[in-house]
Every structure is written in C-alpha cells, then in structure tokens.
C-alpha cells in the first residue's frame, strides 16, 4: 500500500493523515485533490542537513546514522506535525443579489442580509460584499484578493441572474485555483446550495417541496463521521443535530435525493452528508465536495444567532447556535488555508462590509438588518 501518497484531510489535524492509495478506489482515494500531494518530512530534511554541513566527519556520519534512526522511529509524528500554513487574516467574500422583494425595491436593487456577515465575523472572518453588475474581470481581480466565498441563500433565477452569472465566474475560478493546488474554498446556504447543483450539473434539477418555514433534524448519512465538515463535530452537538429540529428550512424547491442519484455529475462530485424529508421526498440537505474544499447546506445555520422573525420556527436553542457557530467555524478555518492577498490597495478598491451601513427591516422583511446596495 505504500504506492499511494500521504493525504491530509483538513481540520482532522494528525488523525487525518494517511498514507493513501493513489490508483486503488478505496473510499480514501477521494481525498480532496489539494490535500494529494507528497509531504517529505522537510523539518527532518533540514536537520540532517545542517548537521552533515557543522560535522562533516565521520562522526558525523555516525551521528546522522543515530539521527536516521531516531527519526525513523517518528516518521509518522514528523509527517503529522506538517500543517499547511495558515492565514489567519481570513477575508470571505459574500455574493449580493437582485432585491427581488417588491416591498423592499426602493431601498436598493441588489442585497445582502446581514445575518451571513455576522455569522462570519463572529468567527474570526471579515467579509467583503461582492457586488452584481461588475464586469467579469473584476470578478477575477477580487478573486486574487479574497480567501473564501459565500454564496447567501435568497429568491433569484438560478440560470437567468446576476447573482448566477457572478456565482458561476467564482466557481470556475475555484475549480481550477484548487486543481493547481490554490486552496479556495465555496459555501452554499440554500439558494447558494441550489445553485451549486446547477453549477454542477448544468442542469435544473429541483423540484417543489413543503419545507418553508420549518425546523428539522438532519439525518445523517452513514459515513457522515468522515467527512471533512462533520468529521470534528463534537459529540453533543452531532447528538443535537441529528435528533433536535434545529436546521431552519426556507425553501420551496429542493435537490431530491432521486435526482441526485441519477444525475452522474452531481452524484461524482458531492458526498451527501444529510438528507430530510418533507413527509413525501427525500432530499439532499448538506453536502461536501470529494475533490474540492466546496460545500453546501439547504438549511440555514446563520438564522440560529440573528433572525429573529416572530411567526417562525427558528430555534434559538444553545445547541441551535452553536451548531450555526461549528459551520461557521469550518468554514472560515477553510479560508484559513487561502493565501491570496487582501493588499492595501485591494481594500481601497473593494471595501470591507465595515464600510456599509445595515437598516434595520426586521419590520418589513424576513431579514432583521440587511445590507443594500
Ligand atoms: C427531477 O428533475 C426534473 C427536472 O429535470 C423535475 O422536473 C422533477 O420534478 C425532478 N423530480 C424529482 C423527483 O425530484
Ligand atoms: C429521515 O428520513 C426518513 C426516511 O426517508 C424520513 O421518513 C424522515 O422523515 C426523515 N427525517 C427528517 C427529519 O427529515
Ligand atoms: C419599519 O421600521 C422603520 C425603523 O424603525 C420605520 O422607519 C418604518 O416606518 C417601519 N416600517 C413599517 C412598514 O412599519
């Protein structure tokens, strides 16, 4: 087995790296692409060499022999030791849309709700807005600027809108960032989801359910535990996601579970974390890409902590909001693993959110504070 290569998956820290292998179809070999890739022990490497430069003896021949061998006996743990490095001045940004709400029209053509914002600052990110109407090139220069990307769940066309034209040039850009090894992570929250399938699959394959305000448990796949987003899920709150009605549902279309598994693209490209049902169809409520640090949910964790809409079933449990705070955790630590550059002159040119001012709408609108633009 040792023809394979070492495959880290993220956030399992040492546990998560194996000796993969490359050609055999073990469940192993879907590793994400970015993550297979040979990682020499370089910290050993360096040791040896300047030991051999000081020395140069025969002595230190022996000492080398002594090292080797002390070494080997920690081969595992010098290889686990290898994090790639971390940015930790993660910027995200989050996709605006079309204010497709007639009542809200005059407040600004395009959005944000600012619950997604917060969610994300509250983990260590800053967000910037990304706005519709640009030109494509644009869309590539704030690319290179940002470490992560937010698609927000909303009401647009999935196949006729801004919101899709700019979800598609970040989501080609990504592909192939992540095939040359640019790490750059995507997130789906409901619209986001949905239009990942499109992207995906080229395809429209929803289809109506009755899953408009209300709050479900997930339930599980069987081999949700190795996963990279459920993977580090502690205990008590992998027990509270799987039995309480915690993941709000906003949405009248959904992926069902039928579809997904006659569709060869999406069924090649996604892992299905966790489906739900709306009493009559299965369908697809979390899932994460196999090759790509890419994943979606068609339920919303940001609701949990900020939207407050008095005739909803959004739970504001403790374990509801610190399920919202876990995603949000995994996904800025995603982020983390970004290394382009928000430069000083990247943020003349594309503002962070703190530049904006949120109203208020929690009277007019599902939305508590949103963001117009
Ligand atoms: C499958 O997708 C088609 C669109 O291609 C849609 O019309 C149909 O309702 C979907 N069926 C199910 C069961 O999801
Ligand atoms: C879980 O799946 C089962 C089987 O399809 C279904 O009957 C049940 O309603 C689902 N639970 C939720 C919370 O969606
Ligand atoms: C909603 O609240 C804002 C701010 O308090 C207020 O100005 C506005 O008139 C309210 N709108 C409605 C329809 O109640």
């Known amino acids: 087995m040792q023809c394979g290569v070492l495959c880290c998956e993220p956030g399992r820290r040492s546990r998560g790296c194996r000796i993969l292998p490359a050609v055999c179809h073990t469940p192993y070999s ?187 448990p997930l339930n599980f796949t069987k081999n949700v535990l190795e996963s990279r987003l459920f993977g580090n899920i502690p205990d008590r709150l992998y027990t509270a996601l799987s039995s309480m009605s915690i993941t709000a549902n906003f949405h009248s279309w959904s992926l069902s579970l039928q579809n997904f598994t006659a569709n060869e693209k999406l069924r090649k490209f996604y892992h299905i974390l966790s489906t739900n049902s709306d009493g009559i169809l299965d369908f697809i409520s979390t899932f994460e890409a196999y090759d790509y640090p890419f994943y979606g949910v068609q339920w919303h964790p940001e609701k949990n902590p900020f939207e407050w809409k008095k005739t909803s079933d959004i739970s504001h449990t403790a374990e509801g909001v610190q399920v919202a705070f876990y995603m949000a955790d995994f996904f800025v630590s995603e982020a983390r693993k970004s290394h382009h550059q928000f430069s000083d002159a990247a943020q003349v040119q594309y503002p962070l959110i703190y530049n904006y001012c949120p109203l208020y709408t929690g009277n007019i609108s599902v939305f508590e504070q949103m963001y117009f633009f």
């Not at 002594?66 to 790639?84: D, K, N, R, V, Y």
């Open 30 to 216: 879907r590793c994400p692409l970015p993550w297979r890739q040979c990682r020499p022990p370089i910290r050993k490497e360096r040791l040896i060499r300047s030991a051999a430069i000081v020395m140069g003896t025969a002595a230190a021949l022996g000492l080398l022999a002594a090292l080797l061998l002390l070494t080997t006996g920690t081969w595992g743990s010098s290889i686990h030791s290898h994090q790639p490095p971390i940015n930790d001045r993660p910027v995200i940004g989050v996709l605006a849309q079309e204010t497709h709400f007639k009542n809200l029209r005059s407040l600004g053509r395009s959005y944000i709700a600012a619950s997604y914002v917060k969610t994300l600052e509250s983990a260590g990110a800053r967000v910037i807005p990304i706005k519709i109407n640009l030109p494509d090139e644009e869309y590539v220069k704030i690319f290179k600027t940002i470490n992560g990307f937010l698609l927000p769940g909303g009401g647009v066309d999935l196949q006729n809108s801004e919101y899709a034209r700019v979800a598609k040039i970040f989501y080609d850009l990504a592909l192939t960032a992540n095939d040359k090894g640019d790490y750059f992570p995507i997130w789906g929250t409901c619209l986001g989801f949905e239009q990942m399938t499109v992207l995906t699959s080229g395809e429209l394959l929803l289809t109506l359910t009755k899953t408009e305000d209300i709050s479900l």
